[in-house]
């Protein structure tokens, strides 16, 4: 068994998304967008939130249910998932190389216009791009099929209200969005087909800076701040870290936390945060410059409604507002594998880590925690199993090759 690279709560290849978008957006240069079906004017359906990604269902061409990522940091729908250009039934498709920064180019089909349904919601104009391989795993990332990302279509006609809290979706037309009562607007500004916030980060050495952030629904993170290595150095207190991965390979970087991050009237404290290194930095294609990026990680703790057409981000705290932000305390990555992604495999140990310091493996397999096995434990329970408490004793049953062993790991707060 082969790991897939993937780190829990990052963005799972930002950059090369950027380098699809430069490449394919010629090909679809008509407006592409969804409504809301007939005379209604707002409809709410469920999500699953899973390993911090925003997972929904939809139907391509009449076939599905298929399960998209829904990311505000893609200007165009993706479909990941090679074996959906035979599902969904494209009679013709167009063939282009994606380029990436490493020289290695990679094909992807472009589809002619896709009818794309969900409750009470249709698409008008709609075209993917579809890899021809799928060279990310998000299915092994998060234990169960992903088909593809959902971006921009989806947001830039309709208002979108997000309930962290119940898993539940309201979409309206925007001039039917039902505000938040005591909540805060900022600002928001579309650029490049993704949204941007103005605000202000306050350092760990207590100086603040102004900051334009991507809010970034494909981030697993709290927080990234992409200039901050070049102009301010490294925190005093960090780890180095492996951000993400991508078809131009491995984001490297650091991370640490940042003493305050403003959004409206809220001031999130104590943030963990992400720093691409610097030699990363030197290699993307920027078409808007910015500073960083608001991820997952800090926006599930609000209701939060999205409105690219009014030009506003609506955010009202909601529950776990006031929980601490933790990084995983195992330094230890994993992935799923198997038919029914039931099978927990270690991807990369980090060094002078927990789970280094009990001389776990890369492709070993966890197959219970604390007597529960894996498959009676839901990915949300595995991860926040492993980033629950300093000093916390978790027995895993561990099988190496044809050995089993078991192993108490005591959970290590690395920031």
Avoid: C
Wanted: net charge positive; proline share 4%; no cysteine.
């Amino acid at each position: 068994m082969q790991s897939n690279g993937f780190t829990p709560n990052i963005r799972y290849g930002g950059l090369w998304l950027l380098i699809l978008a430069l490449f394919v957006s010629p090909f679809f240069a008509n407006a592409q967008s969804f409504d809301l079906i007939g005379t209604k004017k707002r409809t709410t359906l469920p999500f699953r939130i899973v390993r911090n990604m925003v997972i929904v269902e939809l139907k391509i061409n009449g076939r599905g249910p298929f399960n998209f990522i829904l990311d505000t940091g893609v200007g165009l729908m993706l479909i990941t998932e090679p074996k959906l250009v035979d599902s969904i039934n494209i009679t013709s498709k167009r063939t282009i190389k994606i380029y990436g920064v490493n020289g290695e180019n990679y094909e992807a089909f472009v589809t002619p216009v896709l009818n794309i349904e969900m409750p009470n919601i249709s698409s008008f104009g709609v075209s993917a791009a579809i890899l021809k391989k799928d060279h990310f795993g998000l299915s092994n990332y998060a234990g169960m099929h992903i088909h593809g990302l959902l971006g921009y279509e989806f947001f830039n006609n309709l208002a979108v209200r997000f309930n962290f809290y119940d898993s539940t979706l309201t979409v309206s037309r925007p001039q039917y969005i039902r505000l938040l009562r005591k909540g805060t607007r900022i600002p928001l500004s579309i650029e490049d087909q993704k949204p941007y916030i103005n605000t202000q980060v306050k350092l760990q050495d207590g100086k603040t800076m102004k900051a334009k952030l991507l809010i970034d629904l494909g981030a697993g993170h709290p927080a990234s701040l992409e200039n901050l290595l070049k102009n301010e150095g490294l925190p005093q207190n960090f780890i180095a870290a492996n951000l993400g991965v991508g078809l131009t390979g491995p984001v490297t970087g650091y991370i640490s936390r940042v003493s305050e991050i403003d959004l409206g009237s809220y001031k999130l404290k104590d943030v963990i945060t992400s720093f691409p290194d610097v030699e990363y930095l030197k290699k993307q294609v920027d078409i808007v410059p910015r500073d960083g990026s608001i991820g997952i990680g800090a926006l599930k703790r609000f209701i939060m409604i999205i409105d690219y057409t009014g030009g506003a981000l609506y955010l009202k705290k909601s529950a776990g507002y006031n929980d601490p932000f933790e990084h995983d305390m195992t330094g230890m990555e994993y992935f799923f594998d198997g038919d029914d992604y039931s099978h927990l495999i270690v991807g990369r140990i980090e060094p002078g880590s927990a789970a280094d310091n009990i001389g776990l493996q890369k492709d070993d397999e966890i197959l219970s925690i604390n007597f529960k096995g894996i498959d009676k434990m839901s990915l949300e329970q595995i991860d926040a199993l492993f980033r629950s408490r300093n000093g916390r004793n978790l027995l895993l049953e561990v099988a190496r090759g044809k050995s089993f062993i078991n192993i108490v790991m005591t959970l290590k707060k690395r920031i």
